[in-house]
RNA sequence: GGCCCCAUCGUCUAGCGGCCUAGGACGCCACCCUCUCAAGGUGGAGAUCGCGGGUUCGAAUCCCGCUGGGGUCACCA
Protein backbone atom coordinates (compact mmCIF):
# COMPACT_ATOMS: atom_id res chain seq x y z
CA UNK A 1 0.00 0.00 0.00
CA UNK A 2 2.73 1.73 0.37
CA UNK A 3 3.98 1.64 -3.44
CA UNK A 4 2.99 3.90 -6.13
CA UNK A 5 3.13 3.15 -10.12
CA UNK A 6 2.18 5.98 -12.29
CA UNK A 7 2.99 9.66 -12.32
CA UNK A 8 3.30 10.94 -9.07
CA UNK A 9 1.88 14.99 -8.79
CA UNK A 10 2.76 16.65 -5.38
CA UNK A 11 2.11 20.09 -4.17
CA UNK A 12 3.02 22.71 -2.06
CA UNK A 13 0.34 24.99 -1.10
CA UNK A 14 0.97 27.81 1.26
CA UNK A 15 -1.19 30.34 2.24
CA UNK A 16 0.33 34.59 1.78
CA UNK A 17 -0.16 35.63 5.38
CA UNK A 18 3.63 36.67 5.50
CA UNK A 19 6.91 35.44 5.11
CA UNK A 20 7.83 31.66 4.57
CA UNK A 21 9.76 30.26 6.98
CA UNK A 22 12.00 27.55 7.45
CA UNK A 23 9.37 24.92 8.18
CA UNK A 24 7.90 25.84 5.49
CA UNK A 25 10.53 25.42 3.15
CA UNK A 26 10.89 22.11 4.15
CA UNK A 27 7.73 20.94 3.27
CA UNK A 28 8.13 22.38 0.01
CA UNK A 29 11.49 20.73 -0.51
CA UNK A 30 10.24 17.16 0.40
CA UNK A 31 7.31 17.49 -1.57
CA UNK A 32 10.02 18.87 -4.49
CA UNK A 33 12.38 15.82 -3.68
CA UNK A 34 9.72 13.30 -3.62
CA UNK A 35 8.29 14.51 -6.94
CA UNK A 36 11.94 14.64 -8.34
CA UNK A 37 13.06 11.56 -7.33
CA UNK A 38 9.85 9.74 -8.87
CA UNK A 39 10.32 11.71 -11.80
CA UNK A 40 6.25 13.52 -11.18
CA UNK A 41 5.24 16.94 -10.94
CA UNK A 42 5.95 19.68 -8.21
CA UNK A 43 2.82 22.10 -8.70
CA UNK A 44 2.97 25.48 -6.62
CA UNK A 45 -0.72 26.67 -5.47
CA UNK A 46 -1.05 29.58 -3.44
CA UNK A 47 -3.96 29.31 -0.79
CA UNK A 48 -5.53 32.52 -0.07
CA UNK A 49 -9.53 31.86 0.62
CA UNK A 50 -8.44 34.13 4.37
CA UNK A 51 -8.99 37.56 3.40
CA UNK A 52 -8.30 38.59 6.93
CA UNK A 53 -4.93 37.51 7.30
CA UNK A 54 -3.79 38.27 3.76
CA UNK A 55 -0.44 39.95 3.43
CA UNK A 56 -0.08 41.71 -0.12
CA UNK A 57 3.31 40.96 -1.62
CA UNK A 58 3.46 37.73 0.49
CA UNK A 59 2.84 35.32 -2.21
CA UNK A 60 5.65 37.02 -4.31
CA UNK A 61 8.58 36.90 -1.66
CA UNK A 62 7.48 32.98 -0.70
CA UNK A 63 7.97 32.30 -4.33
CA UNK A 64 11.37 34.21 -4.06
CA UNK A 65 12.23 32.21 -1.20
CA UNK A 66 11.94 29.13 -2.49
CA UNK A 67 13.77 30.05 -6.03
CA UNK A 68 16.43 30.89 -3.83
CA UNK A 69 17.06 27.63 -2.19
CA UNK A 70 16.79 25.85 -5.63
CA UNK A 71 12.94 24.73 -5.55
CA UNK A 72 11.04 25.25 -8.91
CA UNK A 73 7.94 24.14 -9.74
CA UNK A 74 6.61 22.60 -13.01
CA UNK A 75 3.08 24.18 -12.85
CA UNK A 76 1.93 27.88 -10.51
CA UNK A 77 1.07 31.08 -10.14
CA UNK A 78 3.31 32.60 -12.27
CA UNK A 79 4.09 29.78 -14.66
CA UNK A 80 0.91 28.65 -15.55
CA UNK A 81 0.10 25.16 -16.19
CA UNK A 82 -3.23 22.63 -17.57
CA UNK A 83 -4.86 23.40 -14.14
CA UNK A 84 -5.00 27.18 -14.07
CA UNK A 85 -5.13 29.04 -12.80
CA UNK A 86 -3.41 28.41 -9.49
CA UNK A 87 -4.41 30.84 -6.92
CA UNK A 88 -7.76 30.19 -5.06
CA UNK A 89 -8.96 33.39 -5.02
CA UNK A 90 -8.96 33.53 -9.02
CA UNK A 91 -10.44 29.95 -8.28
CA UNK A 92 -13.07 30.98 -5.97
CA UNK A 93 -14.07 34.42 -9.05
CA UNK A 94 -13.37 31.34 -11.85
CA UNK A 95 -16.52 29.92 -9.68
CA UNK A 96 -14.86 26.05 -9.30
CA UNK A 97 -15.80 25.54 -6.04
CA UNK A 98 -19.72 26.56 -5.72
CA UNK A 99 -20.55 23.36 -7.75
CA UNK A 100 -18.95 21.28 -5.24
CA UNK A 101 -20.86 22.68 -2.46
CA UNK A 102 -24.07 22.38 -4.60
CA UNK A 103 -22.94 18.41 -5.34
CA UNK A 104 -22.84 17.92 -1.43
CA UNK A 105 -25.87 19.83 -0.46
CA UNK A 106 -27.78 17.71 -2.92
CA UNK A 107 -26.19 14.18 -2.41
CA UNK A 108 -26.94 14.97 1.59
CA UNK A 109 -23.19 15.25 2.67
CA UNK A 110 -23.82 18.83 3.48
CA UNK A 111 -26.24 21.42 4.98
CA UNK A 112 -26.92 25.11 5.24
CA UNK A 113 -25.92 26.39 8.67
CA UNK A 114 -27.78 29.32 9.97
CA UNK A 115 -25.96 29.12 13.13
CA UNK A 116 -24.01 32.39 13.24
CA UNK A 117 -20.26 32.84 15.00
CA UNK A 118 -21.76 34.87 18.36
CA UNK A 119 -24.51 31.91 18.83
CA UNK A 120 -22.03 29.02 18.13
CA UNK A 121 -19.44 30.70 21.04
CA UNK A 122 -22.28 30.84 23.25
CA UNK A 123 -23.26 27.20 22.75
CA UNK A 124 -19.44 26.26 22.97
CA UNK A 125 -19.53 28.37 26.47
CA UNK A 126 -22.71 26.71 27.56
CA UNK A 127 -21.96 23.36 26.69
CA UNK A 128 -18.44 23.88 28.50
CA UNK A 129 -20.02 25.30 31.33
CA UNK A 130 -22.09 22.31 31.74
CA UNK A 131 -19.03 20.39 32.03
CA UNK A 132 -18.79 18.65 28.67
CA UNK A 133 -15.30 17.72 27.86
CA UNK A 134 -15.08 18.49 24.29
CA UNK A 135 -17.50 20.55 22.40
CA UNK A 136 -18.51 18.90 18.64
CA UNK A 137 -21.06 21.20 17.08
CA UNK A 138 -23.14 19.61 14.63
CA UNK A 139 -26.30 22.20 13.27
CA UNK A 140 -30.00 21.12 14.09
CA UNK A 141 -30.32 21.69 10.18
CA UNK A 142 -28.38 19.03 9.65
CA UNK A 143 -31.96 16.62 10.28
CA UNK A 144 -33.84 19.35 8.24
CA UNK A 145 -35.18 18.70 4.34
CA UNK A 146 -32.51 20.20 1.64
CA UNK A 147 -35.93 22.42 0.40
CA UNK A 148 -36.62 23.90 4.31
CA UNK A 149 -32.71 24.76 4.42
CA UNK A 150 -32.83 26.22 0.64
CA UNK A 151 -35.97 28.46 1.85
CA UNK A 152 -34.51 29.75 4.81
CA UNK A 153 -31.25 30.71 2.64
CA UNK A 154 -33.70 32.21 0.31
CA UNK A 155 -34.94 34.88 2.45
CA UNK A 156 -31.30 36.30 2.44
CA UNK A 157 -30.46 34.89 5.97
CA UNK A 158 -26.54 34.92 6.79
CA UNK A 159 -25.08 30.82 6.74
CA UNK A 160 -22.30 28.76 6.17
CA UNK A 161 -22.53 25.25 4.53
CA UNK A 162 -21.35 22.57 6.75
CA UNK A 163 -19.92 18.99 6.10
CA UNK A 164 -22.53 15.84 7.92
CA UNK A 165 -20.00 13.80 9.49
CA UNK A 166 -21.24 10.71 10.50
CA UNK A 167 -21.81 10.09 14.42
CA UNK A 168 -20.66 6.80 14.72
CA UNK A 169 -18.18 4.47 13.41
CA UNK A 170 -14.66 5.75 12.76
CA UNK A 171 -12.47 7.40 10.11
CA UNK A 172 -9.13 6.09 9.19
CA UNK A 173 -6.36 6.72 6.80
CA UNK A 174 -2.85 5.01 6.54
CA UNK A 175 0.52 7.74 6.71
CA UNK A 176 3.87 7.26 4.57
CA UNK A 177 5.60 8.53 7.12
CA UNK A 178 4.75 6.20 10.09
CA UNK A 179 5.23 2.87 7.86
CA UNK A 180 1.64 3.02 6.00
CA UNK A 181 0.33 2.66 9.51
CA UNK A 182 -3.46 3.72 10.23
CA UNK A 183 -4.66 6.74 12.05
CA UNK A 184 -8.08 6.04 13.19
CA UNK A 185 -10.34 8.60 14.56
CA UNK A 186 -14.21 7.66 16.47
CA UNK A 187 -16.43 9.47 14.03
CA UNK A 188 -18.31 10.77 17.69
CA UNK A 189 -14.93 13.26 18.12
CA UNK A 190 -15.75 14.94 15.03
CA UNK A 191 -17.83 17.82 14.11
CA UNK A 192 -19.32 19.64 11.12
CA UNK A 193 -16.37 21.54 9.77
CA UNK A 194 -17.17 25.20 7.72
CA UNK A 195 -16.98 24.22 3.73
CA UNK A 196 -18.33 27.84 2.62
CA UNK A 197 -18.08 31.20 4.59
CA UNK A 198 -20.61 33.27 5.18
CA UNK A 199 -19.22 35.54 2.88
CA UNK A 200 -19.67 32.59 0.50
CA UNK A 201 -15.40 31.98 -0.09
CA UNK A 202 -14.52 28.34 0.37
CA UNK A 203 -13.17 27.30 3.65
CA UNK A 204 -9.73 25.84 3.42
CA UNK A 205 -11.11 22.15 3.73
CA UNK A 206 -13.33 22.34 0.53
CA UNK A 207 -11.28 24.37 -1.32
CA UNK A 208 -7.74 22.39 -1.10
CA UNK A 209 -9.39 18.81 -1.21
CA UNK A 210 -11.20 20.12 -4.75
CA UNK A 211 -8.04 21.50 -5.87
CA UNK A 212 -5.95 18.54 -5.23
CA UNK A 213 -8.59 16.46 -6.95
CA UNK A 214 -8.75 18.46 -9.80
CA UNK A 215 -5.05 18.89 -9.82
CA UNK A 216 -4.86 15.36 -9.93
CA UNK A 217 -2.59 15.53 -7.06
CA UNK A 218 -1.51 11.68 -6.19
CA UNK A 219 0.28 12.26 -2.91
CA UNK A 220 -0.06 14.82 -0.22
CA UNK A 221 2.93 15.48 1.89
CA UNK A 222 2.30 18.25 4.42
CA UNK A 223 3.28 19.25 8.05
CA UNK A 224 2.52 17.30 11.04
CA UNK A 225 0.01 19.14 12.25
CA UNK A 226 -2.51 18.35 9.57
CA UNK A 227 -2.93 14.84 10.97
CA UNK A 228 -5.88 15.98 13.11
CA UNK A 229 -8.39 17.61 10.44
CA UNK A 230 -7.34 14.61 7.77
CA UNK A 231 -10.59 12.73 8.94
CA UNK A 232 -12.44 15.68 8.08
CA UNK A 233 -10.56 15.47 3.82
CA UNK A 234 -11.28 11.69 4.06
CA UNK A 235 -15.04 11.80 4.82
CA UNK A 236 -14.92 14.52 2.10
CA UNK A 237 -13.74 12.57 -0.56
CA UNK A 238 -15.62 9.81 0.53
CA UNK A 239 -18.77 12.25 0.55
CA UNK A 240 -17.56 13.15 -3.31
CA UNK A 241 -16.90 9.69 -4.21
CA UNK A 242 -13.08 10.33 -5.18
CA UNK A 243 -10.08 8.24 -4.80
CA UNK A 244 -8.32 10.06 -1.76
CA UNK A 245 -4.26 10.43 -2.13
CA UNK A 246 -1.51 8.94 0.00
CA UNK A 247 -1.05 11.03 2.80
CA UNK A 248 2.38 11.82 4.09
CA UNK A 249 2.49 13.88 7.87
CA UNK A 250 6.18 15.43 8.09
CA UNK A 251 7.86 15.75 11.35
CA UNK A 252 7.28 19.33 13.10
CA UNK A 253 10.34 21.40 13.37
CA UNK A 254 10.37 22.37 17.02
CA UNK A 255 12.28 25.41 18.06
CA UNK A 256 15.63 25.11 19.24
CA UNK A 257 14.30 24.86 23.14
CA UNK A 258 11.81 22.21 22.58
CA UNK A 259 9.25 23.83 23.32
CA UNK A 260 6.71 24.19 20.48
CA UNK A 261 7.35 23.94 16.86
CA UNK A 262 9.05 27.31 15.01
CA UNK A 263 6.78 29.74 14.93
CA UNK A 264 7.19 33.65 12.55
CA UNK A 265 6.48 35.63 15.56
CA UNK A 266 8.77 34.21 18.17
CA UNK A 267 11.52 32.72 16.15
CA UNK A 268 13.97 34.84 13.83
CA UNK A 269 13.54 31.81 10.85
CA UNK A 270 12.59 33.57 7.98
CA UNK A 271 14.24 32.01 4.71
CA UNK A 272 14.95 35.52 4.14
CA UNK A 273 16.87 36.31 7.23
CA UNK A 274 19.22 33.71 5.96
CA UNK A 275 19.26 35.09 2.79
CA UNK A 276 20.35 37.84 3.74
CA UNK A 277 22.76 37.41 6.43
CA UNK A 278 24.59 34.89 3.53
CA UNK A 279 23.93 31.07 4.13
CA UNK A 280 23.87 29.53 0.57
CA UNK A 281 21.19 28.32 -1.19
CA UNK A 282 23.26 24.69 -1.36
CA UNK A 283 23.86 24.61 2.34
CA UNK A 284 20.39 25.10 3.35
CA UNK A 285 19.30 22.69 1.07
CA UNK A 286 21.12 20.46 2.53
CA UNK A 287 20.41 20.57 5.92
CA UNK A 288 16.41 21.49 5.60
CA UNK A 289 16.71 17.79 3.64
CA UNK A 290 18.40 16.47 6.90
CA UNK A 291 15.86 17.26 8.76
CA UNK A 292 13.87 14.62 9.34
CA UNK A 293 15.04 12.59 6.94
CA UNK A 294 18.64 11.05 6.60
CA UNK A 295 20.38 8.67 4.34
CA UNK A 296 22.23 6.68 6.14
CA UNK A 297 23.34 8.17 9.06
CA UNK A 298 26.72 8.56 8.45
CA UNK A 299 26.43 10.66 4.79
CA UNK A 300 25.56 14.36 5.27
CA UNK A 301 27.37 16.26 2.63
CA UNK A 302 25.28 15.35 -0.26
CA UNK A 303 24.81 17.34 -3.58
CA UNK A 304 20.82 17.72 -4.70
CA UNK A 305 21.23 15.48 -7.45
CA UNK A 306 22.07 12.35 -5.07
CA UNK A 307 19.70 13.77 -2.32
CA UNK A 308 17.29 13.52 -5.48
CA UNK A 309 18.39 10.06 -6.21
CA UNK A 310 18.53 8.88 -2.25
CA UNK A 311 15.15 10.40 -1.00
CA UNK A 312 12.51 8.26 0.44
CA UNK A 313 9.16 8.78 2.46
CA UNK A 314 10.63 5.56 4.14
CA UNK A 315 13.45 6.89 5.84
CA UNK A 316 11.44 10.13 6.81
CA UNK A 317 11.33 10.00 10.48
CA UNK A 318 8.10 10.61 12.44
CA UNK A 319 9.57 11.54 15.44
CA UNK A 320 10.06 15.64 15.02
CA UNK A 321 13.44 17.19 14.47
CA UNK A 322 14.93 20.32 16.23
CA UNK A 323 16.32 23.52 14.52
CA UNK A 324 19.89 23.36 14.86
CA UNK A 325 21.02 26.93 13.62
CA UNK A 326 24.95 25.95 15.09
CA UNK A 327 24.42 22.77 12.29
CA UNK A 328 23.22 24.89 9.68
CA UNK A 329 26.10 27.18 10.17
CA UNK A 330 28.70 24.60 9.98
CA UNK A 331 27.29 23.35 6.91
CA UNK A 332 27.59 26.40 5.42
CA UNK A 333 30.76 27.15 6.27
CA UNK A 334 31.43 23.79 4.29
CA UNK A 335 29.91 24.68 1.06
CA UNK A 336 31.70 28.04 1.47
CA UNK A 337 34.87 26.52 1.64
CA UNK A 338 34.38 24.69 -1.42
CA UNK A 339 33.66 27.59 -3.34
CA UNK A 340 36.31 28.89 -5.90
CA UNK A 341 37.86 32.22 -5.28
CA UNK A 342 35.88 34.29 -7.67
CA UNK A 343 32.43 32.77 -6.75
CA UNK A 344 33.30 33.86 -2.81
CA UNK A 345 34.69 37.13 -4.16
CA UNK A 346 31.28 37.96 -6.23
CA UNK A 347 29.05 36.41 -2.93
CA UNK A 348 30.50 38.74 -1.10
CA UNK A 349 30.77 41.76 -3.21
CA UNK A 350 27.24 42.60 -2.31
CA UNK A 351 27.73 42.58 1.23
CA UNK A 352 30.59 45.35 0.94
CA UNK A 353 28.49 47.55 -1.57
CA UNK A 354 25.67 47.33 1.29
CA UNK A 355 29.13 48.33 3.56
CA UNK A 356 29.81 51.20 1.63
CA UNK A 357 33.20 49.64 0.88
CA UNK A 358 32.79 49.38 -2.85
CA UNK A 359 30.88 50.88 -5.50
CA UNK A 360 27.31 49.44 -6.85
CA UNK A 361 28.88 47.62 -9.40
CA UNK A 362 32.39 46.95 -8.04
CA UNK A 363 34.89 48.60 -10.80
CA UNK A 364 37.64 46.41 -12.24
CA UNK A 365 40.24 47.76 -9.85
CA UNK A 366 37.69 47.03 -6.85
CA UNK A 367 37.11 43.41 -8.17
CA UNK A 368 40.73 42.65 -8.62
CA UNK A 369 41.58 44.60 -5.16
CA UNK A 370 38.84 41.73 -4.01
CA UNK A 371 39.94 38.88 -5.87
CA UNK A 372 43.13 39.35 -3.72
CA UNK A 373 41.73 39.79 -0.42
CA UNK A 374 39.06 36.90 -0.96
CA UNK A 375 41.55 34.10 -0.06
CA UNK A 376 42.57 35.68 3.21
CA UNK A 377 39.02 35.05 4.93
CA UNK A 378 37.73 32.41 2.44
CA UNK A 379 37.75 29.58 4.93
CA UNK A 380 37.22 32.05 8.05
CA UNK A 381 33.72 32.55 6.57
CA UNK A 382 30.63 31.49 7.85
CA UNK A 383 28.19 33.78 6.44
CA UNK A 384 28.76 35.64 3.91
CA UNK A 385 27.36 38.11 5.97
CA UNK A 386 30.37 38.28 8.21
CA UNK A 387 33.00 39.44 5.07
CA UNK A 388 32.58 43.27 5.60
CA UNK A 389 32.98 42.94 9.45
CA UNK A 390 36.61 40.86 8.56
CA UNK A 391 37.50 43.18 5.53
CA UNK A 392 36.86 46.39 7.26
CA UNK A 393 40.43 47.82 8.05
CA UNK A 394 41.43 47.32 4.21
CA UNK A 395 38.46 50.03 3.47
CA UNK A 396 38.92 52.60 6.28
CA UNK A 397 41.29 53.88 8.69
CA UNK A 398 41.76 51.70 12.21
CA UNK A 399 41.45 53.07 15.48
CA UNK A 400 42.63 51.80 18.72
CA UNK A 401 39.62 52.13 21.08
CA UNK A 402 41.86 50.23 23.46
CA UNK A 403 45.55 51.16 23.20
CA UNK A 404 46.60 48.20 25.21
CA UNK A 405 45.33 45.64 22.77
CA UNK A 406 48.86 46.76 21.10
CA UNK A 407 50.89 45.77 23.75
CA UNK A 408 51.89 41.94 23.79
CA UNK A 409 52.17 40.00 27.10
CA UNK A 410 55.28 41.06 29.29
CA UNK A 411 55.52 44.40 27.82
CA UNK A 412 55.33 48.14 28.27
CA UNK A 413 53.78 50.73 26.15
CA UNK A 414 57.40 52.38 25.44
CA UNK A 415 59.14 49.26 24.49
CA UNK A 416 56.49 48.37 22.27
CA UNK A 417 56.23 52.00 20.47
CA UNK A 418 60.08 51.38 19.89
CA UNK A 419 59.21 48.00 18.43
CA UNK A 420 57.01 49.24 15.69
CA UNK A 421 59.08 52.22 15.15
CA UNK A 422 61.60 49.67 14.60
CA UNK A 423 59.37 47.54 12.18
CA UNK A 424 58.14 50.76 10.20
CA UNK A 425 62.25 51.23 9.67
CA UNK A 426 62.95 48.16 9.00
CA UNK A 427 59.89 47.84 6.20
CA UNK A 428 60.71 51.64 5.18
CA UNK A 429 63.14 50.78 2.11
CA UNK A 430 61.60 46.96 1.98
CA UNK A 431 61.87 45.49 -1.40
CA UNK A 432 60.29 43.83 -3.36
CA UNK A 433 56.80 44.01 -0.74
CA UNK A 434 55.73 40.44 -0.63
CA UNK A 435 55.28 37.86 1.37
CA UNK A 436 58.70 36.27 1.52
CA UNK A 437 60.51 39.48 2.08
CA UNK A 438 57.95 40.52 4.59
CA UNK A 439 58.52 37.49 6.87
CA UNK A 440 62.46 37.24 6.16
CA UNK A 441 62.59 40.80 7.15
CA UNK A 442 60.12 40.95 10.33
CA UNK A 443 61.38 37.13 11.81
CA UNK A 444 64.90 38.54 11.60
CA UNK A 445 63.99 42.02 13.30
CA UNK A 446 62.12 39.91 15.85
CA UNK A 447 65.40 38.41 17.06
CA UNK A 448 67.25 41.54 16.98
CA UNK A 449 64.72 42.99 19.34
CA UNK A 450 64.82 39.81 21.19
CA UNK A 451 60.96 39.68 20.71
CA UNK A 452 59.38 35.98 20.20
CA UNK A 453 57.25 35.72 16.49
CA UNK A 454 53.71 35.36 18.78
CA UNK A 455 54.80 38.77 20.42
CA UNK A 456 56.15 40.88 17.34
CA UNK A 457 53.23 39.94 14.86
CA UNK A 458 51.24 40.18 17.46
CA UNK A 459 51.41 44.08 18.24
CA UNK A 460 52.00 44.59 13.96
CA UNK A 461 48.68 42.96 13.88
CA UNK A 462 46.70 45.40 16.42
CA UNK A 463 48.46 48.14 14.86
CA UNK A 464 47.52 47.67 11.42
CA UNK A 465 44.19 45.96 11.56
CA UNK A 466 43.20 47.54 15.07
CA UNK A 467 42.06 43.87 16.32
CA UNK A 468 43.40 40.95 17.89
CA UNK A 469 41.74 38.65 15.07
CA UNK A 470 42.73 38.92 11.36
CA UNK A 471 43.74 37.24 8.70
CA UNK A 472 47.29 35.84 8.59
CA UNK A 473 49.62 38.85 8.99
CA UNK A 474 52.44 38.81 6.14
CA UNK A 475 49.24 38.09 3.64
CA UNK A 476 47.23 41.03 5.05
CA UNK A 477 50.30 43.54 5.00
CA UNK A 478 51.35 43.27 1.29
CA UNK A 479 47.22 43.23 0.87
CA UNK A 480 47.11 46.65 2.61
CA UNK A 481 50.41 48.23 1.00
CA UNK A 482 53.10 49.92 1.99
CA UNK A 483 52.30 53.41 2.51
CA UNK A 484 49.07 52.50 4.70
CA UNK A 485 51.02 50.03 6.81
CA UNK A 486 54.30 52.43 7.43
CA UNK A 487 51.27 54.87 7.94
CA UNK A 488 49.48 52.44 10.83
CA UNK A 489 52.76 51.69 12.25
CA UNK A 490 53.31 55.30 12.70
CA UNK A 491 49.81 56.18 14.22
CA UNK A 492 50.17 53.12 16.70
CA UNK A 493 53.70 53.73 17.98
CA UNK A 494 52.35 57.42 18.63
CA UNK A 495 49.21 56.40 20.33
CA UNK A 496 51.27 54.07 22.55
CA UNK A 497 54.14 57.35 23.20
CA UNK A 498 53.12 60.81 22.00
CA UNK A 499 56.24 61.91 22.03
CA UNK A 500 58.92 60.89 19.07
CA UNK A 501 61.18 59.31 21.81
CA UNK A 502 62.87 62.96 22.27
CA UNK A 503 62.30 63.76 26.50
CA UNK A 504 61.50 66.95 26.95
C1' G B 1 -9.13 18.66 29.44
C1' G B 2 -10.86 15.26 24.85
C1' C B 3 -8.61 13.17 20.63
C1' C B 4 -4.18 12.13 17.64
C1' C B 5 1.10 11.65 17.01
C1' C B 6 6.01 10.87 18.93
C1' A B 7 10.07 8.87 22.35
C1' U B 8 18.52 6.28 21.01
C1' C B 9 24.43 11.02 23.53
C1' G B 10 22.84 18.49 24.94
C1' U B 11 21.07 18.56 19.37
C1' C B 12 20.34 15.94 14.40
C1' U B 13 20.52 10.89 13.64
C1' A B 14 22.28 5.17 12.36
C1' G B 15 19.95 0.92 14.23
C1' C B 16 14.21 -2.29 11.27
C1' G B 17 15.74 -9.71 17.09
C1' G B 18 21.77 -11.88 17.81
C1' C B 19 27.18 -8.12 13.78
C1' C B 20 25.59 -2.92 19.74
C1' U B 21 30.55 -3.57 25.69
C1' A B 22 25.02 1.35 20.60
C1' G B 23 27.99 4.00 15.06
C1' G B 24 28.25 9.05 12.54
C1' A B 25 27.57 14.53 12.53
C1' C B 26 26.99 19.41 15.17
C1' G B 27 28.34 21.43 19.74
C1' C B 28 31.89 20.86 23.94
C1' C B 29 37.08 19.62 26.00
C1' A B 30 42.27 18.47 25.19
C1' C B 31 46.59 17.97 22.11
C1' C B 32 49.08 18.71 17.17
C1' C B 33 49.83 22.46 13.29
C1' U B 34 50.61 27.72 14.03
C1' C B 35 51.95 35.08 13.95
C1' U B 36 46.03 35.64 16.17
C1' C B 37 41.45 33.49 14.42
C1' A B 38 39.69 29.93 11.38
C1' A B 39 40.50 25.51 8.56
C1' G B 40 42.84 20.71 9.05
C1' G B 41 44.67 16.37 12.02
C1' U B 42 44.45 13.23 16.52
C1' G B 43 42.11 11.95 20.93
C1' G B 44 38.29 12.54 24.77
C1' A B 45 33.92 13.41 27.69
C1' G B 46 28.83 12.55 26.47
C1' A B 47 23.04 7.52 25.71
C1' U B 48 22.08 2.03 32.14
C1' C B 49 18.56 3.14 24.15
C1' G B 50 12.29 7.70 29.10
C1' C B 51 10.21 4.07 33.08
C1' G B 52 7.77 -0.66 34.21
C1' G B 53 5.93 -5.13 32.61
C1' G B 54 5.72 -8.91 29.04
C1' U B 55 6.98 -12.10 24.17
C1' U B 56 11.69 -14.69 22.95
C1' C B 57 17.23 -19.01 23.84
C1' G B 58 18.21 -13.70 22.94
C1' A B 59 15.19 -6.80 22.58
C1' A B 60 17.41 -0.27 21.51
C1' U B 61 14.77 -3.26 17.95
C1' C B 62 8.04 -6.85 18.84
C1' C B 63 3.46 -6.16 22.41
C1' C B 64 0.99 -3.63 26.71
C1' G B 65 0.83 0.05 30.50
C1' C B 66 2.87 4.47 32.53
C1' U B 67 5.46 8.95 32.09
C1' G B 68 7.13 12.87 29.20
C1' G B 69 7.01 15.93 24.81
C1' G B 70 4.46 17.72 20.53
C1' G B 71 0.08 18.62 17.58
C1' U B 72 -5.08 19.67 17.27
C1' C B 73 -9.83 21.00 18.99
C1' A B 74 -11.73 28.46 14.14
C1' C B 75 -16.71 30.98 9.19
C1' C B 76 -6.97 30.30 9.71
C1' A B 77 -4.18 27.72 6.50
Redesign the pocket.
Known amino acids: MTEFTGSVRVRF ?3 P ?1 GYLHIGGVRTALFNWLFARHHGGQFILRI ?7 YVPGAADDLMASLRWVGIEWDEGPDIGGPHAPYV ?1 SLRHEAGIYRPFVEQLLENGHAYF ?8 EQL ?1 ADALARGV ?5 RGPEREWPLERQRELAATGR ?3 VRLKTPTTGVTAFR ?1 L ?3 G ?6 NE ?1 L ?1 D ?2 L ?4 G ?5 L ?2 LVDDHLMEITHVLR ?7 TPYHVLLYQAFGWDPPLFA ?1 L ?2 I ?3 D ?4 L ?1 KRKDDVSANRFWERGYLPDAMFNYLA ?11 IMTRAEIVERFSL ?2 V ?8 P ?6 N ?2 YI ?1 RLSTEEVADAIAPYLVRAGFISDPPGDAERAYLLQLTPL ?1 H ?4 ELGEAPDLLAFFFRDVTYDDPALLIPKKLDAATTAGALRAVRERLLLLEPWD ?1 ARL ?1 EEL ?1 ALGEELAL ?3 Q ?3 T ?2 VAITG ?10 LVALGKQRVLHRLAVAAATLAPATGEHR
Do not use: C
Request: glycine share 6%.
Open positions: APSTEDTDEKRQSFTTEEELKKAFRFPYTDVRGDRIEVKEYIVLKSTMPLYHAHSDEWVASHPPLRQGRGKSLQGWSFDGYTEERQPSPARWNEKLLDMGIRIERLKHERKPGLFGIRRTVAPPLFDT
